[in-house]
């Protein structure tokens, strides 16, 4: 069995250059040395960039949590000439938190970049530890549709039409076999690494990592001298996107190859469904939502429900 993890021996040659080897490339059954691991990674984010309806001069938004993804996808985006700018929202997740503002500022400090910073406790009223506290729905699920929706409309506050995520090729592949195990068909007909906007207030979504793997994303991390957070958000235990990544890492370190051709002949065959939805204006905030309430107000309600008192609750009979 191939390891993926390989330490190359002395006289290994880089495929392109024929210099030194040091980075094991099994699933392109390559071997790069640093200078060209590089060229191969701008390459893939180029070709996938090639694919979307985006121009250099498109000026990007490049949401920020501080990890390893968002990083390299701002910094391989500027150094291939985009016009990007960050955009960071502080969960209030204590240290993680603390330490993942702090790897954004780094990052664009020492890059001279600019971005920008707002939390989900200015924007929502509650930190996500607060809901965690009060809800007892799965926090990543309310976490994720919080940021989406948060960065959404900020991406459209901020005057930019295209928001990138770091999503890679693992977290892409990882949801692709959950959608399918699971047989969400709403979800797989949505799967793309580009989404236009399907409504003036909706930004376009675009995620340029999606042809590399984590793994080379730390590589170019490392390479690139990008110092992403180095602690685990304390509330993503028992996320099960994990567990649909472990079978892919399982499958791969066998067949090196399966998590790229598994993604990439379902998106070669994947013909989005885009059609525009019939959208209201939420009755809180105004923002498009296919009921009444937007989906960050209708869990805003619940919590407002959560503050009310109970029939019978602390009442002088209650007891
Ligand atoms: S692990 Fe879950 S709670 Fe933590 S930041 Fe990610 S989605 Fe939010
Ligand atoms: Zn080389
Ligand atoms: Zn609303």
């Known amino acids: 069995m191939k390891s993926n993890t390989a330490v190359l021996p002395e006289k290994a040659k880089c495929v392109r250059c024929k210099g030194r080897a040091t980075i094991p490339m099994p699933s392109h059954n390559a071997n790069f040395c640093p200078d060209c691991f590089v060229s191969f990674f701008e390459t893939a984010v180029r070709r ?26 701002w910094n391989v985006l500027h150094d291939l000439g985009y016009p990007t700018r960050g955009l960071h929202i502080r969960l209030g997740i204590e240290s993680f938190s603390e330490a993942s503002t702090e790897a954004v500022d ?15 406790q200015e924007l929502f009223g509650h930190s996500i530890p607060e809901i965690h506290k009060r809800m007892r729905r799965k926090i990543c699920s309310v976490c994720g549709m919080l940021k989406r929706q948060l960065l959404n409309r900020l991406t459209i506050r901020e005057g930019f039409q295209t928001l990138v995520v770091g999503h890679n090729l693992d977290d892409e592949a ?22 236009p906007s399907t409504h003036p207030r909706f930004a376009a979504k675009c995620k340029p990592l999606y042809r590399v793997e984590a793994r080379e994303i730390r590589i170019y991390c490392a390479i690139k001298g990008i110092r992403p957070v180095d602690q685990s958000c304390p509330l993503s235990r028992g996320a099960t996107s994990h567990s649909f ?23 070669a065959r994947q013909k989005p469904d885009l059609k525009p ?9 105004g923002e498009p939502a296919f009921g009444e ?22 009442g002088p009979d209650s007891s």
């Open 48 to 73: 996938g960039l090639e694919k979307f309806p985006i121009s250099p001069s498109t000026p990007l938004l490049v949401a920020v949590s501080g990890g390893k993804d968002s990083l390299a996808a």
């Open 106 to 120: 780094d990052f664009a400090r020492t890059r001279s970049l600019p971005w920008v910073e707002y939390s989900v």
């Open 174 to 195: 990882g949801r692709l076999l959950g959608n399918i195990v699971r047989n969400r068909h709403q979800y797989l007909d949505k799967h793309s690494p580009y989404l």
């Open 245 to 267: 990544k472990e079978a892919l890492h399982f499958l791969e370190e066998r067949m090196p190859g399966t998590k790229r051709d598994f993604l990439f002949t379902f998106l």
């Open 277 to 285: 939805r019939d959208f209201h204006d939420c009755r809180e905030c």
């Open 293 to 314: 309430l937007c989906s960050v107000c209708n869990l805003r309600s619940l919590l407002r429900e959560k503050d009310q008192p109970h029939p019978g609750d602390g």
